[in-house]
């Protein structure tokens, strides 16, 4: 048995330019489904949130959700699309058990929004990201493969599907092809996917919770050698449910082809899935094109004509951007360039607003989620909003702090019972018994203790020799498990060796 050996990143980039492009597929949070009255809440029993609309059964109509159509009218403003002023939905033809009808409603070559664009920053460049098309359809239902290994279809004894999702209102969002990105092609990724959510999240259309497969993408990649003209076969890595994955998915792929293309093979138009314990990708299947899914115009539905009017409305009534809107922040919290892209790039800007508006302060928050929280993420490979704790407990954590009930160490400990779900920080520090000891009474013992056991250090106190102290506070640390005041303890030290501060 061989083992490919696959070249280093920075040799792939050094021979090939890639060319990237995103689908992005979004849940819209509207309370009843694309064509039927059904609800749409996420984490029902299987099964229970259907009808013969939605299930495909023979004679049952359609009808539109207005809400979806405005929801998606809105995203196509955002990405500074051209809304249609005439456009259809169209029957997409696939089998699959997900689908209840064998067809998916969906748009083909009238799409309800074309021709936008989004500007997005890496590493202080910005990247102007082409869309081709924002259109509107309904969701698959889920299959749930069991009594396998890895909970795919390989290797499952059975198979089971729930149709809660088929009929939810789906908005597929497709860039343009993106050449001339060079090394920073995963970076780009990332950053229009995070940038994409932002404004999603902003104008109150979806939760975009990747972990929940409300917001999914599907990442194209191709190779060309440098200098090429002509672009390479492209693969599309499905379903990637975070950013982070998004980053890793494009770079692992630009590598897998490299070495494919290295030793003189050729790629192949598939589908692949992205293996978050590898972070390598594997094969799917053969890509179909457009033709292979029979589109035509949906007979049950009419044409949808948008008054410009309510167009227009619609675009007057869109909320501050997201760049605007950090930009903004920036200013309010008085950082750098280099300090906000520090917070943009962990995927903490909204998380570290809302600590803000719980009652921490800026410096506070960004302290708690950039510095711990961060941590953790990156050891658990999660989204920072994934890490277990919540604006308001981090928030409540720095009040804590900020009465002198917690110092920097009992806080991390407090953290930790609140990521692993023991309740609020204030809870965790009574049950634990974490609360700083201040009161003198209490800590003169420990004092005095501290000073008899290390008489040399005394006598240099005595002397004058104030900075000396920090050895004896460190002592009465030790004692306290950590629990003493810092600065009661040095203020009782100086006070019982009759020194001066």
């Excluded at 936008?116 to 889920?142: A, F, N, S």
């Excluded at 860039?175 to 999603?200: H, N, W």
């Excluded at 490299?258 to 590898?278: C, K, M, N, P, Y």
């Excluded at 605007?324 to 280099?338: A, P, S």
Aim: charged share 25%.
């Amino acid at each position: 048995m061989t083992t490919t050996v696959l070249p280093p990143y920075d040799d792939v980039v050094a021979r090939y330019e890639p060319v990237i492009g995103l689908e992005t597929h979004v849940e819209l949070g509207t309370n009843t489904k694309m064509f039927c009255g059904c609800p749409t809440e996420f984490g029902a029993e299987p099964n229970t949130q259907v009808c013969p609309v939605c299930l495909g059964l023979p004679g049952a109509l359609p009808v539109p959700n207005r809400a979806a159509i405005e929801a998606t009218i809105r995203i196509g403003l955002a990405l500074n699309c051209s809304i249609a002023d005439w456009c259809r939905f169209a029957r997409k033809n696939y089998f699959y058990p997900d689908m209840p009808k064998n067809f998916q409603t969906s748009q083909y070559d009238e799409p309800l929004c074309v021709d936008g664009y989004l500007d997005v920053e890496v590493d202080g460049e910005i990247v102007r990201v082409e869309i081709e098309r924002v259109h509107l359809e309904e969701d698959t239902g889920k299959t749930l493969h069991v009594g396998g290994a890895t909970g795919r279809i390989h290797g499952a004894t059975e198979s089971l599907v729930d149709y809660n999702r088929a009929g939810i209102p789906l908005v597929e969002i497709v860039t343009k092809p993106i050449p001339g990105t060079g090394a920073k092609a995963p970076l780009v990724a990332r950053a229009y996917v995070t940038e994409l959510r932002d404004i999603i999240r902003s104008l109150d259309v979806s939760d975009v919770r990747m972990e929940q497969g409300s917001m999914r993408c599907d990442v194209n990649t191709s190779l060309t050698p440098a200098g090429g003209t002509e672009w390479g076969t492209r693969t599309e890595t499905k379903n990637v449910n975070s950013l982070r994955s998004v980053e890793r998915a494009v770079r692992a792929e630009m590598i897998r082809q490299a070495s494919v293309l290295d030793a003189g093979e050729r790629i192949f138009q598939e589908t692949r899935h992205f293996q978050e314990d590898t972070g390598d990708t594997r094969p799917g299947r053969s890509k179909e094109e457009a033709t292979d899914y029979r589109y035509f115009p949906e007979p049950d539905l009419v044409p949808m004509a948008p008054d410009p009017a309510w167009v227009a409305e619609l675009k007057a009534a869109l909320p501050e951007p997201p760049r605007v809107h950090r930009k903004r922040l920036q200013e309010e919290w008085g950082l750098t360039d280099l300090d906000m892209q520090s917070v943009v790039n962990a995927g903490a800007v909204e998380l570290i607003e809302a600590t803000i508006a719980a009652g921490a302060t800026a410096a506070g928050a960004r302290k708690w989620w950039l510095g711990e929280l961060a941590r953790r993420a990156n050891e658990e490979g999660l989204d920072l909003s994934a890490v277990g704790a919540t604006p308001a407990q981090v928030a409540e954590l720095q009040q804590l702090v900020d009465e002198g009930k917690l110092n920097d160490k009992l806080a991390r400990a407090v953290l930790e019972g609140v990521v692993a779900g023991e309740g609020s920080p204030r809870e965790i520090m009574t049950a634990r018994g974490l609360e700083v000891v201040s009161d003198t009474g209490a800590l003169t013992a420990a004092v005095d203790e501290a000073i008899a056991a290390n008489p040399d250090v005394a006598a240099k106190i005595r002397d004058g020799k104030v900075a000396a102290a920090g050895a004896l506070v460190g002592a009465v640390m030790k004692t306290t498990r950590g629990q003493a005041d810092a600065k009661t303890v040095r203020e009782l030290i100086l006070s019982r060796l009759g020194a001066q501060g």
